[in-house]
């Protein structure tokens, strides 16, 4: 069975302080995808990275950079310098990379507030 | 947009009422989904179709009912059944051309009870 745990509720932060969204996740799977997506206050859920589980390269996108320790089965997310923009809920998610029906287990999503 | 349109944004249900949400994609793909959304629960799945005339239960399927008639076309019914049927339903389709799991999500139907 899969489990993704995001253990912050909501988390709030001034403008331009950074901030870090950790997400934990359980597998018995030797090859998997992790993801993140962002859900703003529209509803909508969209996609920001993906993961594979044979990739522990760490990833810089803009202010955006993801942190993945296979070591510590953690998958975490840092934005730097914060922006108002930021503020939405995000979510890990996890799947695995065959067998089985490629269905993700999402955690229950961190909701950050971003204050001007 | 991520080539799913949900529809209607707002559904009020009636006891005893089934109500039906409407997801259509124009891309032609095959995999669809649709969750389950409370707060501070994440995305819980209520089924999900790999291909036309196939449906297969998620987590939490009791209370729902799907169909795939189409390719283009994964309706959701809220039935009676569903005694707590309040929540954001989101559709959401995988693409074959796109990093391999990456789903993209309609803008979702908020359903609430009368």
């Known amino acids: 069975a899969q489990k993704v745990t995001q253990a912050q509720t909501e988390i709030s932060v001034v403008e331009k302080e950074d901030v870090t969204l950790d997400c934990v996740y359980e597998?018995?799977?030797?090859?998997?995808?992790l993801f993140w997506y962002k859900q703003p206050p529209s509803g909508e859920l969209v996609f920001l990275i993906r993961?594979?589980?044979?990739?522990?390269q760490n990833e810089i996108s803009g202010r955006y950079s993801w942190n993945f320790q296979k070591s510590t089965s953690s998958f975490n997310f840092t934005i730097t310098a914060s922006q108002v923009v930021d503020s939405a809920v995000y979510f890990c998610a996890l799947r695995p990379a065959s067998g089985g029906s490629y269905i993700p287990t999402f955690g229950r999503g961190t909701s950050l507030i971003v204050h001007p | 947009d991520g080539g799913i349109t949900q529809s209607p944004k707002y559904l009020f249900r009636k006891e005893g009422q089934n109500v039906t949400l409407s997801c259509e994609q124009n891309l032609n793909h095959d995999a669809m989904y649709w969750y389950r959304q409370d707060p501070g629960q994440g995305l819980r799945l209520i089924y999900y179709?790999?291909?036309?005339?196939?449906?297969q239960k998620g987590d939490i399927a009791e209370g729902y009912s799907v169909s795939r008639e189409k390719k283009e076309s994964f309706p959701l019914t809220v039935t009676s059944a569903q005694t707590n049927p309040t929540a954001f339903y989101l559709c959401?389709?995988?693409?074959?051309?796109?990093?391999?799991?990456?789903?993209?999500f309609g803008s979702g139907t908020q359903l609430s009870v009368l």
């Open positions: 993961r594979n589980s044979f990739d522990e």
């Open positions: 597998t018995r799977d030797t090859t998997y995808y």
């Open positions: 179709s790999q291909i036309v005339n196939d449906f």
């Open positions: 959401a389709r995988t693409s074959p051309g796109q990093p391999v799991g990456k789903l993209f």
